[in-house]
């Protein structure tokens, strides 16, 4: 059975049993799902009611600290429903059992009058915290990291340190990396859990941590900060502000989510797909349209242009009907290899792996690659131009098919550096928009080789 049918079964059996008022059939069925699972069996129920009563119920016969958890795991909608059927004083108790980045996530998706009736029910340490994790930048380290993490001041023993592990670790993201800070807060070092247990209880830490400690700011852009924990294999990523005070940490789960996102993104754009507020399965309707359509339509009218370039070549398409047979082979072919390289370049960009330093060497590489691509293209579509036509046809199609691979492969390679070189997102460089722009240079191209040499 997949794990979508056994949701679905455990979510029957749950409704089964909340319409029974089976508490302990409830509780029994609850406890054998892991918060995620849950999480998704909340989000189908509340798609299925008009109201949260039945989600309402069936959290109820949850412990508090999996309520949090699970409402952590709830797409953004689906948090707010279950938010405005609570009370304050409810959900405040949630909060407080959530993680410190998954609460200001919550926190943030909340109206204005909402938060600020939470903040004022807060203890002033919290609300002073919540505050500041919540006016870091969307989008940047500050924004993805937590605050929950096991700091040691310098100067301790190991054994001091050991206790001081046990006091903080219950409420900490991780507890397999320690922090080590001075007196003023600043990051001195890190030592790892191992480390600390197998050390001499009287050891002084500062003699056993790392004092290179790989780390970033809270400006710093999400992507980068999940870059540096892949390339690393960091277990978590130390946040400092502008006087160096460590202040969060990001963990590599949370760093992968930024991993997840910006892919998704990234594809979308490819597709010149404007950026979704939730998934494609719950977005609004209107919301989908008009995230697809701007594209479109200016692509429509980018179209024009191998209109107009048909209309320019009408001789020498009257003269040599078979012609128009290859035009469509000729300029999707030229749109897919473009299509290709603009994917690899945008691709490498985005995982570090190619630069703007690196372009006159892509480019003589691209510039063998798509020649051999060009002319193993030519080659097979060359009898059907004799089949078609005659061999002068066939000269034309197989010089048009080595130009037009030739052009558009350098055109989607160039294009995101372009792109990238103007401020804007190299994903831009999108597969609708390098194939439009290729198949009206292709219709010049084709035409204008067909004119040359049959002479039309």
């Not at 995620?36 to 299925?48: C, G, M, R």
């Not at 039945?54 to 309520?67: I, N, Q, S, T, V």
């Not at 989008?139 to 054994?159: H, K, L």
């Not at 540096?228 to 963990?251: C, S």
Request: charged content about 25%; proline content about 3%; aromatic content about 6%.
């Amino acid at each position: 059975m997949s794990l979508t049918e056994n949701l679905d079964t455990y979510r029957a059996s749950l409704c089964q049993a909340l319409v029974e008022e089976d508490d302990e059939r409830l509780e029994a069925l609850l406890s054998e799902l892991r918060s995620a699972d849950i999480a998704s069996v909340f989000e189908a129920v509340l798609e299925e009611d008009d109201d949260s009563s039945r989600a309402l119920g069936l959290m109820r016969h949850l412990p508090l600290e999996r309520r949090a958890s699970m409402l952590g795991h709830l797409p953004g909608d689906a948090q707010l429903v279950l938010a405005e059927a609570m009370s304050d004083e409810r959900l405040l108790l949630i909060l407080e059992e959530m993680g410190s980045d998954e609460r200001v996530d919550f926190f943030n998706r909340l109206d204005e009058d909402r938060r600020q009736g939470l903040l004022r029910r807060m203890a002033r340490r919290e609300r002073e915290a919540l505050k500041r994790l919540a006016s870091y930048e969307e989008g940047t380290a500050g924004a993805i990291m937590t605050a929950d993490y096991v700091a040691i001041p310098s100067g301790m023993t190991v054994s001091q340190a050991m206790m001081r592990v046990r006091q903080t670790a219950p409420d900490a993201e991780t507890v397999y990396q320690l922090y080590i800070i001075d007196a003023r807060g600043r990051l001195a070092g890190t030592l790892s859990l191992r480390q600390l247990m197998v050390a001499p209880p009287g050891a002084a830490i500062d003699e056993l941590m790392i004092r290179d400690v790989i780390h970033t700011s809270v400006e710093e852009a999400q992507e980068e900060v999940a870059r540096i924990v892949a390339r690393y294999d960091l277990l978590a990523l130390p946040v400092v502000d502008e006087e160096a005070r460590l202040v969060g940490i990001v963990t590599h789960d949370d760093a992968m989510d930024v991993v997840e996102s910006e892919a998704t993104e990234d594809i979308h754009k490819g597709m010149s797909i404007g950026a979704l507020e939730d998934g494609v399965s719950r977005v609004p309707l209107w919301s989908l349209y008009r995230k697809r359509v701007t594209w479109l339509v200016l692509l429509v009218f980018a179209n024009l242009f191998s209109g107009a370039g048909i209309a320019y070549f009408e001789e020498t398409i009257a003269a040599q009907v078979a012609l128009v047979f290859f035009l469509p082979l000729l300029i999707g072919s030229g749109g897919n290899a473009g299509a290709q390289a603009a994917t690899l370049m945008v691709r490498g960009m985005a995982t570090g792996d190619v630069g703007i330093k690196d372009w006159s060497k892509l480019l003589g590489r691209e510039l063998l690659v798509a020649g051999s691509l060009g002319l193993t293209m030519a080659l097979a579509v060359a009898p059907i131009g004799i089949m078609r036509g005659g061999e002068l046809l066939a000269m034309v199609v197989a010089m048009s098919m080595v130009t037009i691979v030739l052009f558009g492969s350098l055109l989607g390679m160039c294009l995101p550096f372009l792109l990238d070189r103007l401020g804007w997102d190299p994903a831009t460089a999108s597969a609708p928009l390098v194939t439009t722009l290729i198949d009206a240079s292709g219709v010049l191209v084709y035409f204008g080789i067909a004119t040359v040499i049959l002479g039309t």
